[in-house]
């Protein structure tokens, strides 16, 4: 004889119940129902970000050219903010919290210089195909490049001038070129904690470009040859502005070598020297005394 269920057995179901009845289903199951925009939008406000360009040719590569200029910006402004970081941690002596800006910024800078790779092998036939869409644009009108050159000791009151039809950006370059550096924050600390950094250094108009000091150099000199814990501390400083430095260097180069092969040695746009400007930018050292204080330890 067959056995016959319990009377009060609950029959068996057939199959699992739907997978979106399910406790783990219902918290997994992403919120989708918003009444106005949703949550990540109103955040990172993706819409204005992706609605931004603007082409004015009809070649697509100018698509690439204005999202990578843009993308640009964006890091310049995330580095900006991290150099006033750091520099205002120096100020207040919190050296932890400086270095951990100053690392920050070099995979911001790392990131930025890979921003390049899409315009870094523009032939002179692909450049000029929308390079008139730029008519007197160059990339030296960037306010927010021009603040991290500022930051850097890159001071130049006529960099000010391109910008005196924006109000508000004219003012906030104008006072980012007479507040100190990054640097001169740098060297201020450097005071404190005891060492001989020259009083002309601490005590020059930081409107004006910094200009290396031998005074400066012996102070380097002394933190990288000394074996103590204070020296060690800062040695790792000077090795994070050091890091920064190469990767600033390294942004000029990439930015020659890709205006290099899309233009060649014609006249850059905006009216500068366009290959020949940008050498002699290369050429140029930041933070000058960490690079020859090495030839001395």
């Known amino acids: 004889m067959s056995q016959q269920p319990a009377p009060n057995a609950t029959a068996p179901k057939e199959g699992p119940p739907p997978e979106s009845m399910t406790p783990d289903a219902e918290a997994e199951a992403p919120h989708l129902d918003f009444q106005g925009t949703t949550p990540y939008e109103d955040y990172v406000q993706a819409s204005v970000l992706t609605h931004l360009q603007h082409p004015l040719s009809d070649d697509p590569g100018e698509m690439v050219f204005l999202v990578t200029t843009q993308v640009m910006e964006l890091w310049f402004t995330v580095i900006v903010h991290e150099w006033h970081t750091a520099a205002q941690a120096l100020r207040e002596d919190d050296l932890p919290t400086a270095m951990a800006a100053l690392k920050r910024s070099t995979y911001e800078l790392e990131s930025l210089n890979s921003s390049w790779k899409p315009l870094a092998h523009l032939t002179p036939g692909q450049f000029n195909a929308y390079r008139s869409a730029l008519g007197d644009g160059s990339g030296f009108q960037s306010a927010m490049y021009r603040r991290m050159e500022f930051l850097l000791g890159e001071k130049s009151a006529s960099m000010l001038v391109p910008h005196r039809g ?132």
Do not use: C
Request: proline share 7%; hydrophobic share 40%; no cysteine.
């Open 166 to 297: 924006a109000p508000r950006v004219h003012a906030e370059l104008e006072k980012a070129l007479t507040e100190p550096s990054l640097y001169d924050e740098v060297l201020r600390f450097l005071a404190r904690r005891g060492f001989a950094v020259p009083a002309a250094v601490l005590e020059r108009d930081p409107a004006l470009r910094y200009a290396p000091d031998p005074g400066v150099e012996r102070v380097w000199q002394e933190i990288y040859s000394g074996p103590g814990p204070r020296e060690d501390e800062l040695t790792r400083l000077g090795e994070a502005l050091t890091e920064v430095a190469e990767l600033v260097w390294r942004w000029r180069n990439d930015h020659l070598v890709a205006t290099r092969r899309a233009m060649g040695a014609k006249t850059g746009t905006g009216g500068s020297a366009g290959v020949a400007w940008l050498e002699k930018r290369a050429t140029k050292n930041v933070f000058p005394e960490l690079w020859t204080a090495r030839s001395h330890v």
